[in-house]
């Protein structure tokens, strides 16, 4: 009954090819939430994919109506060991976007786990199949060296986390008993490097909102109207020329936050951002004050995701009526995000665009949230990675450059928040050829029975 018998054990369940098989199964579950004819299918996960293996695990169970009608149903478990130990919370989403068949290479289906030298390809397999299916192994090779965790664990699984976790704020305000703990330890989202192992503690928020100029009805012949008629394609593209400088600094007095404290920029210190399956990062972009790290982790960025006026594909000569921008504001803690939109009408008025509309979008993101790099639990749960890893490096962030439904444990539940991604940036999640790499998960079974070992062995940072 030792910490390194649970590692050799998580270790064996990787080597002996049972993880694949069973990230297999799982990613066979086509659980796209943003399908409506999937709505049986989430059930379906919940029901035959992941209530065995957690029953096994000796968790009492019980799936949940979602409130919302646009959210899945959700999974609600609890290993209890008794008063005394500390209480974990975990969570995992079961859905995933669409599988975009048809868009991936030839030989891959985004339903068949397919290997490929150290890939496994597959819808779901790094959001968040992997992820989830990674922690409960951990989980399973503690038991089974030591025969209890030491401590209790609380579990939620989720199915409607790509379409903005509808319902489950709602879940979280009346069980908030039932999922009371001392620590969200889960995992979503990429590392920095693959093998660098990393955590963070938050998340960015975001809004995504339309700008629309309509100047006329209809197009008409350039060379009969032009210079006569407003072109809303040019208002529209000065507008958004005002919200960013060339090197797209921002210029919305609102969007440039306070909260880069000399904390958390002494956690993003050095921290790399080069990719080596994504694109070299600009160094002439965004805030020229800020290093790369504090660009994406501590400050705000706006994008301009698809802008269009007339008939892209099939142009003509004549002046459309309309002009759009869909445009997205990346925010971190220190942003009002009840005043992004107000703030953003105020400047476009100021700047004398008055005719452009702004059209918030109904799927919300979450909120920007942030746990300080200094908490102790912080300070555990690395420890505990660096015992398991050596002297390698540990990257830590105080935020996902991403978003995350963290504002539901932090805000609502009171938690600190911990999160271990297992997957890497350049893994094609939310696109076609999503995968996950084979060294990391194998390390991630590693660290995370070595984070659940340590708690039950010493009680974690407040015993």
């Not at 005394?84 to 995933?96: E, F, M, S």
């Not at 922690?135 to 939620?156: D, H, K, M, P, Q």
């Not at 909120?367 to 790099?373: E, F, G, H, K, N």
Request: net charge negative; glycine share 10%; aromatic share 6%.
């Amino acid at each position: 009954m030792t910490r390194d018998a649970a590692l050799d054990t998580v270790t064996d369940y990787f080597d002996a090819g049972t993880f694949q098989s069973d990230l297999a199964e799982l990613v066979s579950f086509r659980t796209e939430s943003q399908n409506p004819a999937s709505a049986p299918e989430l059930r379906r996960y919940l029901e035959e994919a992941m209530l065995p293996r957690l029953t096994r695990l000796g968790f009492a169970c019980e799936i949940v109506e979602n409130p919302d009608p646009e959210g899945g149903p959700l999974l609600i478990g609890e290993r209890r060991e008794g008063d005394d130990p500390p209480t974990v919370l975990t969570y995992g989403h079961g859905d995933v976007i669409r599988g975009q068949e048809g868009m991936w290479r030839d030989g891959l289906d985004p339903w068949v786990l397919t290997e490929e030298g150290e890939k496994l390809y597959g819808r779901g397999s790094a959001d968040n199949k992997s992820q989830h299916l990674i922690n409960l192994a951990a989980v399973e090779a503690v038991l089974t060296t030591r025969g209890s965790l030491g401590f209790n664990l609380r579990i939620v699984i989720e199915t409607g986390e790509e379409v903005g976790s509808a319902g489950l704020a709602d879940v979280f305000r009346a069980r908030k008993d039932q999922l009371g703990a001392d620590v969200l330890i889960a995992s979503d989202g990429p590392r920095l490097q693959p093998e660098t192992p990393c955590i963070f503690m938050g998340t960015r928020g975001g809004t995504t909102f339309d700008l629309i100029v309509e100047t006329h009805e209809g197009a008409h012949h350039s060379g009969n109207w032009g210079g006569l008629l407003a072109d809303p394609a040019m208002i529209l593209a000065h507008a958004l020329a005002a919200i960013t400088d060339r090197r797209g600094q921002i210029k919305v007095p609102e969007w440039r936050p306070d909260s880069l404290t000399n904390s958390v920029r002494a956690a993003l210190a050095g921290l790399p951002l080069e990719a080596g399956d994504g694109p070299a990062v600009d160094p002439d972009w965004g805030e020229e004050s800020l290093t790369p790290a504090e660009r994406a982790f501590g400050w705000n960025s706006f994008a301009i995701l698809a802008m269009v006026s007339g008939v892209p594909d099939a142009p003509v000569n004549a002046i459309s009526g309309w002009a759009r921008a869909t445009c997205q504001l990346r925010y971190v803690v220190g942003t009002d995000p009840e005043d992004v939109v107000p703030a953003l009408r105020r400047h476009l008025d100021a700047e004398g665009f008055e005719r452009v509309r702004i059209v918030p979008h109904d799927r919300g993101f979450f909120p920007a949230t942030r746990l300080d790099p200094d908490h102790p639990w912080v300070d555990f749960v690395a420890g505990s990675i660096r015992a398991t890893k050596g002297d390698g490096p540990l990257h830590i962030l105080p935020n996902l450059a991403g978003s995350l439904p963290n504002d539901s444990f932090t805000d609502i539940l009171g938690l600190p928040t911990i999160w271990v991604p297992h997957s890497y940036r350049g893994c094609s999640q939310h696109a076609p050829n999503e995968h996950v790499l084979k060294p990391v998960c194998r390390d991630a079974l590693r660290i995370m029975a070595g984070v659940f070992w340590d708690i039950g062995e010493t009680g974690g940072p407040t015993a």
